[in-house]
């Protein structure tokens, strides 16, 4: 019974009117000359098993390229025998956040705070090295560990300039108001590469000379003030979400500013902002890509580069396929928890 | 003591002594910039000042759609820069726009399998980088295209390859002037038809067969000035010459992969903002409409849309201006677009960074500013008038 009901309903959907059902042919035939080729050369005239281009057939994906290069397109030239580092700090990140999550109520921010300030120093300590560790140089970092890296601590960066500069576009004060304005639209006006650039150009050049700057921190900088100004705008929509009368309760029962922002508005607002803020995180992961333009090569610059090795010339659809679907599954992971998010709130 | 004591509780002088110890540490840091990058420039014999943009550039130009030679000066090279990344924002602009309506109205359709399908592609191309779609286009797709040998035709005229899109080019642009200019005066007259129509409806209530006047001034006449100054000029249709096209424009894989990387990328994003601006009018327009009597088309054009299009103007003026930023990503395939001609090529070449620097940011920033001006005017003109 259900299932002549479910076929009634597709017939139904798809071939309701004579219309309907033209336009349904069109799309399946249309489907079928994308997908039937695809699928073909991605699944199964593909080769999954082997060690070098030789064992790969003609004509389908050569998967074992990606098999070869896992390692590279994970953790870039980081040293095979210090990868595990790596992973402990990537365990140790998890570990932290989930520990923040799961904790009762009351410890839950003193226990945030306190990840804050542990966790990023851990992070580099092990990624970099020195203390007891191999030092291992920031042009060594790479792949889908380097996107990770630069998208956290741009977003260490970016979040609390944001939440700063969200408060002064809010501010009552007229200088802080138009200093924070002239902050917000300057970094939304460029384009994020010609950041990337202007930081590793001037960086070095505005600081005394004799510090060095490392490449990457450079370029951690420069994306995380881009992203500060997005962060401040995504804020500042939870700001003006809440009611005025927040604050002015707050300030009523004798609260300064910093303490009814703290403790009244900010809890609520950031709650609010939440999705906005995570749909920016997201643009933060996709635009760390633009790092390959100063030559540092997270996951894509990875791939792009894996395309000029001499003993698997033409892989470039694998390599694209491949990252692409990496980037893919984060992003959109990222971006249905932010829509859940959001419902959450609405409802 | 007491005055003192409430001179500096009171609330406007702590304002004020905030707002300028800010002020204080900002100009402090700033001249601690300044000092340190004078210093370094110093030492590095870098001398500061736009001077260099008359030096002689000596940097060639694959694309270039002024008369600009590399014997030509610095300025000019920025100025073929400019260009160039406005073509391909203008472009990409326009074919967005059509892709993305498209995809939203097919998203919201009530056809099963159409709104499926576009929400898929909304889906897939919003989750991955923008410099993802880049390289894939130029290196997946364009790199793949066969020789200029085997060149895939296109009517005839136009020859597609892994060396670009080689097409047919006028010999003499001055009857393509006269056709601009032709389409201009049409363009215009309508318009003033249009408010002529207005004004005459408002005082008599009489309508004006506006439609018709539209079509022959919008479509017919520019249709058939552009028809004949295409007819009336010779065409250098490209020839196949040993290994390459001769004759003819090229236009350089850089910029179709760029095109069609920011095309299907950002009409994934302009869908959503068309699927949101129409979700956003009430259902009961609709309804009330084809109460009516309207027809779908007319309920979707004459009711939904403009409503639709109040909501839908600033989130789509926001891509369109990140269209503009985003084209710089052609640096990372060498599309001569002003990052990566000027802030790349004469950069390395001069080492003005500062100078190099700020100017190109410029040319972003006063786009930018200029477009959020004309979208505020384009606002207020159709935002609702509540009495």
Not at chain 2, 44 to 54: E, P, R, V, Y
Request: glycine share 8%; charged share 15%.
């Amino acid at each position: 019974m259900t299932r002549t009901s479910s076929l009634s309903l597709w017939r139904e959907r798809l071939f309701g009117t004579p219309f309907t059902g033209f336009t349904s042919v069109v799309l399946v035939v249309l489907i079928a000359w994308i997908a039937i080729p695809l699928i073909r050369w991605a699944v199964i005239d593909a080769t999954w098993v082997g060690s070098t281009r030789a064992d790969c057939a003609p004509g389908g994906a050569c998967w074992v390229f990606i098999r070869a290069r896992f390692g590279q397109f994970m953790y870039g030239l980081y040293p095979v025998d210090q990868r595990w580092r790596v992973d402990i700090a990537g365990i140790a990140f998890v570990l932290g956040i989930a520990a923040v999550v799961l904790a009762p109520q009351r410890l839950r921010l003193k226990l945030g705070l306190v990840m804050l300030v542990v966790l990023p120093p851990l992070g580099i300590w092990l990624l970099s090295g020195g203390f007891g560790l191999r030092d291992i140089e920031t042009r060594e970092w790479g792949g889908l560990m380097l996107t990770l890296f630069i998208s956290i601590y741009a977003s260490l960066i970016a979040i609390p300039l944001g939440i700063l500069f969200a408060l002064g576009r809010q501010s009552e004060l007229r200088i802080i108001r138009l200093i924070s304005v002239i902050f917000i639209e300057f970094w939304r006006g460029v384009p994020i590469i010609a950041v990337i650039f202007l930081a590793s150009l001037l960086l070095p050049l505005i600081l005394p000379g004799g510090i060095g700057i490392d490449r990457l921190a450079r370029a951690v900088i420069g994306l995380g003030f881009v992203i500060a100004a997005y962060m401040a705008e995504a804020v500042r929509g939870g700001l003006q979400a809440l009611p005025r009368g927040q604050r002015e309760a707050a300030t009523a029962l004798g609260l300064n500013y910093w303490k009814a922002t703290g403790l009244i508005v900010l809890p609520q607002a950031l709650r609010i902002s939440l999705p906005a803020m995570t749909n920016e995180f997201i643009a933060l992961i996709k635009n760390t890509t633009l790092v390959l333009v100063v030559s540092i090569l997270d996951l894509l610059g990875i791939a792009q580069a894996s395309l000029a090795d001499p003993n698997w010339v033409g892989m470039n659809m694998e390599a694209y396929v491949f990252s692409g679907a990496i980037y893919w599954l984060i992003c959109f992971a990222l971006s249905r928890w932010s829509r859940s998010l959001e419902k959450k709130r609405r409802l | 003591m007491s005055s003192f004591l409430s001179f500096i509780n009171d609330k406007r002088v702590r304002d004020w002594f905030y707002q300028i110890a800010l002020i204080l540490l900002l100009v402090g840091l700033a001249v601690f910039f300044v000092r340190n990058a004078s210093e370094n420039m110093v030492k590095a014999g870098i001398a500061s000042g736009f001077d260099f943009l008359w030096r002689t550039s000596g940097i060639e130009v694959p694309f270039v759609l002024t008369n600009y030679t590399q014997a030509d000066n610095i300025l000019a090279l920025f100025w073929v820069g400019v260009a160039n990344t406005m073509l391909v924002t203008v472009i990409a602009i326009v074919l967005a726009t059509l892709l993305g309506f498209a995809l939203g109205i097919a998203r919201l359709s009530s056809h099963w399998l159409l709104s499926t399908i576009a929400g898929a592609y909304v889906e897939f191309v919003r989750n991955i980088p923008l410099l993802f779609f880049v390289l894939f286009w130029y290196f997946g797709v364009i790199a793949a295209l066969p020789q200029p040998r085997q060149s895939i035709g296109l009517f005839g005229v136009a020859f597609l390859n892994n060396r670009g899109i080689t097409i047919p080019l006028p010999d003499a642009p001055g009857n393509f002037r006269w056709a601009a200019l032709a389409v201009l005066v049409s363009w215009l007259c309508y318009w003033l038809a249009s408010a002529w129509a207005r004004r005459r409806k408002e005082r008599t209530g009489q309508d004006a067969p506006l439609l018709a006047i539209g079509i022959g001034l919008i479509v017919v006449v520019p249709a058939l000035a552009i028809a004949w100054a295409s007819l009336a000029t010779r065409w250098d249709i490209p020839v196949l010459r040993g290994f390459n096209y001769r004759g003819g424009f090229v236009v350089i894989p850089e910029f179709v992969a760029l095109l069609a990387a920011l095309v299907t990328y950002t009409a994934g994003f302009i869908a959503e903002i068309v699927r949101g601006g129409i979700e956003s009018v009430a259902k009961g327009q609709s309804e009330a409409a084809s109460a009516l009597g309207l027809r779908p088309g007319r309920i979707l054009s004459l009711v939904v849309i403009p409503q639709a299009l109040r909501v839908m103007t600033p989130p789509l003026t926001n891509q369109y201006l990140n269209v503009l930023k985003n084209s710089s990503f052609g640096a990372a395939i060498a599309y001569p677009d002003v990052v990566s001609l000027f802030m790349g090529s004469a950069l390395n070449n001069t080492g003005q960074a500062i100078e190099i620097i700020a100017m190109t940011l410029a040319v972003y920033l006063v786009i930018g500013l200029a477009v959020s001006a004309l979208m505020n005017w384009y606002n207020a003109r159709i935002a609702l008038v509540t009495r």
